[in-house]
């Protein structure tokens, strides 16, 4: 008896591969300002500030996330053929 898998990536493969790259951009984005939060708190608890450092480094971490998620996309939307253009210098 054959079973139904539960997602056919063959059938389903672009879809999926759009959902992976916006689930990348959003864990990217919410880790870099998460971290940040945390290292701007640490460093407020060690001088004894009153929250300005947690400010300037969640800023910090929305500013770098939006770096590298801009990098992923573009890496995404680069066009198939420079890479067919390194493949074929590297064959020469």
């Known amino acids: 008896m054959a079973s139904k898998k539960f997602f056919n990536f063959k059938e389903n493969r672009p879809w999926a591969q759009n959902?992976?790259?916006?689930?990348?951009?959003?864990?990217?984005?919410?880790?870099?300002i998460i971290f940040c939060m945390f290292v701007g708190r640490l460093i407020d608890g060690w001088?004894?500030?009153?929250?300005?450092?947690?400010?300037?480094?969640i800023l910090f971490g929305i500013i770098g996330g939006?770096?590298?998620?801009?990098?992923?996309?573009?890496?995404?939307?680069?066009?198939?053929?420079?890479?067919?253009?390194?493949?074929?210098?590297?064959r020469e």
């Open 47 to 57: 001088l004894g500030t009153g929250g300005i450092f947690t400010i300037i480094f």
């Open 19 to 32: 959902l992976q790259i916006v689930m990348q951009i959003g864990l990217t984005m919410a880790g870099s």
């Open 66 to 90: 939006a770096i590298v998620v801009y990098r992923q996309i573009m890496e995404v939307l680069e066009p198939d053929s420079d890479k067919d253009k390194e493949n074929n210098d590297r």
